[in-house]
């Protein structure tokens, strides 16, 4: 049910390794093996950019004390979120808690019980996936931030903000909705950040990456023992969420069973870990999001309407990008900046050309369209800026009708309007729902304006509903 444990192994003794090996690989353990602590210290060197490539260091290497500080202190740093478990046949308590002091997890005294060695290494396992979800949290949050700042001139979006910031002084939860794309997650992490529990976790999770009984386990935790194979307590998310907020995404993705079980713990601020009857009290803020409309999914039986009230105290819209008034040209250009050093620093701009496109696209995967066609463009490019010819034929393929005029003749404000909710449609391909959404109409007027438009090419003699998506 969860990723192997990652353990490296070192030991001056090949078969004395192979042994050890034996062990941990029937624990189902996935276990690399070195000779030699200089050997060691090379491969995780060369490692580097994966801090948390082992949950477990296991290390046989029959040091004297400075020696085996030395080459704890060098995991340590290569390794943060690892923990260091030495193995010896001549172990003093002084070194034993000099050691531990210095950060080991654990001393194993030789000839090592095959029970003993699962027990340690198990606990360690743990301790060392607790160190990634807290370290990876903070990390993953700065990079975020880095990745997609709240970056805005929209009118609508600024009040958001402000809204937005006032809210994350509360106590309450919140239900963010917008379209896939538009930053749910981003908003529920400036909500975490402008509130009291920012320096505590913010941790979140896709409700629909995970089947009902995996995503039990993930947000509650399991008992030693709850099922085969579970040789430990767990914390679920919930619990490494304490003091700090929860965001669960896609949250209508979540099974009827499952939503009874989390509106309890909104209710009574406890929950019980798979297998255990007692209760752990939690302290969590919990912040909701998805991309479904939660009304229709209320009325259709598919979510209920208990948890819906308890979770929609307040609630954020995110509009999709082609309604946020100036926010291509200030995204596109905060993308340039972002990846051109990386992806092609000679690029240093966007010209007018290929902005006027961006500005009339109408953008279906919003700002994570964004962000890859400027990616894209940067690798294309092959001067100091990106041209509307390093956009993808896609966009290109689709621009405005209104600004490819192939006569001198001026268009009447009927015939551009006509023109640009046909151009909306087809660039959605006859998504009517959707196109209504960014010409800022219903779907009725939607239907009445595409009916009139039909006409009006019909009278000028064209086939029926030519360029008019069907409803």
Same mark, same amino acid.
């Given at each position: ?11 001056? $003794? ?27 210290? +090379? ?9 948390? *490539? ?22 340590? *740093? ?81 009040? @958001? ?22 930053? +749910? ?49 767990? +914390? ?15 949250? =209508? ?18 929950? *019980?870990?798979?297998?255990?009857? =007692? ?102 490019? =092959? ?35 006509? +023109? ?12 009517? =729902? ?8 219903? *779907?009725?007027? @939607? ?11 019909? $009278? ?12």
């Amino acid at each position: 049910m969860f990723d192997p444990i990652r353990i490296l192994l070192v030991d001056r $003794d090949k078969v004395a390794a192979r042994n050890l090996e034996h062990v941990l690989v029937k624990e189902g353990c996935g276990v690399t093996t070195l000779t030699g602590g200089a050997a060691a210290m +090379k491969f995780l060197e060369s490692g580097m950019d994966d801090p948390c *490539r082992f949950e477990a260091v296991l290390a046989d290497l029959n040091l004297d004390a400075m020696e085996e500080s030395q080459f704890l202190r060098h995991c340590l *740093r290569l390794q943060p979120a690892t923990e260091v478990i030495f193995i010896s046949d001549k172990v003093s308590v002084a070194s034993v808690v000099d050691v531990i002091r210095q950060g080991a997890f654990h001393y194993l005294t030789k000839p090592v019980r095959p029970a003993d060695l699962r027990e340690t290494v198990l606990r360690a396992a743990e301790h060392s996936r607790h160190k990634q979800v807290r370290q990876g949290l903070r990390s993953g949050l700065a990079r975020q931030d880095e990745q997609l700042p709240l970056i805005t001139r929209d009118p609508a979006m600024l009040r @958001l903000l402000e809204q937005a910031r006032r809210a994350a002084m509360m106590e309450l939860p919140i239900l963010i909705t917008g379209e896939t794309g538009t930053g +749910k997650e981003i908003l529920a992490r400036f909500l975490h950040d402008s509130s009291n529990r920012a320096n505590k976790p913010f941790v979140a999770v896709n409700c629909g990456a995970f089947n009902e009984e995996l995503l039990a386990n993930e947000l509650f935790g399991h008992g030693r023992e709850a099922f085969t194979g579970a040789m430990r307590d767990r +914390k679920g998310l919930v619990e490494t969420a304490h003091g700090g907020t929860l965001f669960l995404d896609e949250i =209508t993705e979540m099974s009827l069973t499952m939503q009874v079980k989390l509106l309890r713990v909104i209710q009574e601020k406890e929950l *019980r870990r798979l297998g255990v009857t =007692t209760p752990v009290s939690v302290d969590v803020r919990f912040l909701a999001a998805t991309n479904r409309p939660v009304q229709a999914e209320v009325e259709a039986g598919r979510f209920r309407q208990d948890l819906y009230y308890r979770l929609n105290v307040v609630d954020f819209h995110l509009p999709p990008l082609a309604r946020r008034q100036g926010d291509v040209p200030v995204l596109a250009r905060h993308f340039l900046e972002k990846y051109g050093q990386a992806v092609n620093p000679q690029v240093t701009g966007i010209s007018r050309n290929a902005m006027e496109l961006l500005n009339h696209h109408a953008f279906p995967g919003n700002v994570r369209e964004l962000e890859n066609i400027i990616q894209r463009a940067l690798a294309f490019a =092959t001067g100091p800026e990106v041209t509307e010819d390093d956009l993808p034929d896609s966009l290109r393929a689709t621009a405005n009708p209104l600004f490819q005029r192939t006569d001198d003749r001026l268009l009447s404000l009927e015939e551009m309007e006509a +023109k640009y909710i046909l151009w909306v449609c087809d660039a959605l391909h006859g998504n009517q =729902t959707m196109a209504a959404k960014v010409l800022g109409l219903d *779907r009725v007027s @939607l239907w009445r304006r595409l009916k009139k438009i039909q006409a009006r090419i019909v $009278d000028k003699g064209e086939a029926p509903g030519d360029g008019v998506p069907s409803g």
